[in-house]
């Protein structure tokens, strides 16, 4: 290669001429194991020099088969998949499902479990946000962020762990509810974690946003347009960063959310800098929405009392024969939703999720389809990374945010 480049250019040619080097175009594999692809994402990366000329995503290496398997599991055993396809917004998951289940059986949610789903569903939204902007600026170079959003992630991780037990895959959404009421400590430690969470999002922007390398960086990379990002599907913050105010929450609103007060946060380019600075505007709202919650959040039941429904109390099984057919009835074969199918989409960290679900009367489902969003999301990659720089793509990718449990299933 050297040799052919010194034919080509005699030693005595002229300074401009000299400078003039050929590249060729390559094609590359970027994944499907490597840190910045967020999961593994395979990516076939034609390029001329450092210009991306084509990318081609290869999906599939995460493939569970969880909606086949789903189809041959009663409704309350799904509870254990749904998590596991976006771990870091796993309670959209699970909120979705029981919303569809719900509308299908005709399941009457209590208000105080109503609230408590919206404030989960929030503080989980929060920390999928936060992995977002600490890895996304990880992948950028900035290694501080990382730190400072994983401290807040920590402390709401502990919070889950107080409520369900765990830190990732909660199964405490049930259908007709939740699994259990608060524990006695719950409450007062989100009302101090509420109470800094706001000025941590003030350290964060200062950190990122105001930063003349992050905007040097951002500012004009990936740009998606508005009517491209309509054409291709996305939704969630990608397609709000491009100016489109459309957010489940306010256009189908379920658990009550019509009744809360949050704006939804809007960008005007659609590049890699509007996408982080509106979730970082969305963090600003979810805290807004968990304070309404908590001042709403009244004594009461937290399962729907019919016992086709829910599982009798266990204190019950030691003096109600009945209780004992409804729980072996529950746990052995489960309920028997009529015939018919449904839809219910909710926004989830990175998009609107929905669950179809089709029910033949049996105590399983006969077919399940989730719309997940990181899926759809993902097919915008080669517009926004063509004609950018390999560091660009980079950027571009994590500013989609995918889960590639959630692009997989």
Not at 319 to 342: D, L, R
């Amino acid at each position: 290669m050297r040799e052919e480049f010194l034919e080509e250019i005699p030693l005595d040619a002229p300074p401009e001429e000299a400078k003039e080097l050929r590249t060729e175009v390559m094609t590359l594999n970027v994944g499907p194991q490597h840190p910045s692809t967020h999961g593994v994402l395979r990516l076939m990366v034609t390029l001329s020099g450092e210009e991306v000329l084509e990318v081609v995503p290869h999906i599939g290496y995460l493939h569970t088969g969880f909606e086949k398997t789903m189809e041959h599991r009663t409704y309350l055993q799904n509870i254990t998949y749904t998590p596991r396809m976006d771990y870091l917004h796993s309670f959209a998951h699970d909120l979705a499902y029981a919303l569809a289940v719900e509308k299908l059986v005709g399941a009457v949610v209590p208000p105080r479990a109503e609230t408590i789903r919206v404030i989960l569903n929030e503080l989980s939204r929060l920390a999928s946000h936060l992995v977002f902007l600490g890895t996304g600026l990880l992948d950028l170079g900035a290694l501080t962020p990382f730190f400072y959003a994983f401290r807040e992630r920590e402390a709401i991780l502990d919070l889950f762990e107080w409520v369900t037990g765990q830190r990732f895959h909660h199964n405490y959404i049930r259908i007709g509810g939740v699994k259990e009421d608060l524990p006695e400590e719950f409450v007062p430690e989100l009302k101090k974690f509420l109470e800094v969470m706001p000025h941590r999002i003030d350290e964060y922007e200062a950190l990122f946003a105001e930063s003349p390398i992050f905007y040097e960086r951002a500012r004009g990379v990936g740009v998606i347009p508005p009517e491209v990002a309509i054409d291709l599907g996305l939704t969630g913050g990608s397609l709000r960063a491009s100016g489109v105010n459309y957010d489940v929450r306010k256009a189908y609103p379920y658990s009550g959310y019509e009744t809360y007060t949050f704006d939804v946060p809007l960008g005007e380019r659609g590049d890699v800098f509007d996408r982080m600075l509106v979730r970082i505007r969305e963090m600003r709202e979810s805290v807004k929405i968990i304070k309404q919650a908590l001042e709403r959040l009244e004594p009461g039941p937290v399962r729907d009392p019919n016992p086709q429904i829910t599982p009798p109390p266990r204190p019950l099984l030691e003096t109600s024969m009945e209780a004992v057919i409804y729980h072996f009835k529950h746990y052995t074969e489960g309920f028997h939703p009529p015939k018919g199918e449904v839809y219910v989409p909710t926004e989830s960290a990175r998009g609107e999720l929905g669950y179809y679900i089709v029910s033949d009367g049996g105590s399983m489902p006969y077919r399940v389809k989730v719309r997940a969003p990181s899926f759809v999301n993902l097919q915008s990659l080669p517009y926004a990374c063509k004609g950018e720089q390999v560091p660009d793509m980079v950027a571009i990718i994590a500013s989609l945010d995918p889960v590639m449990g959630d692009v997989d299933r």
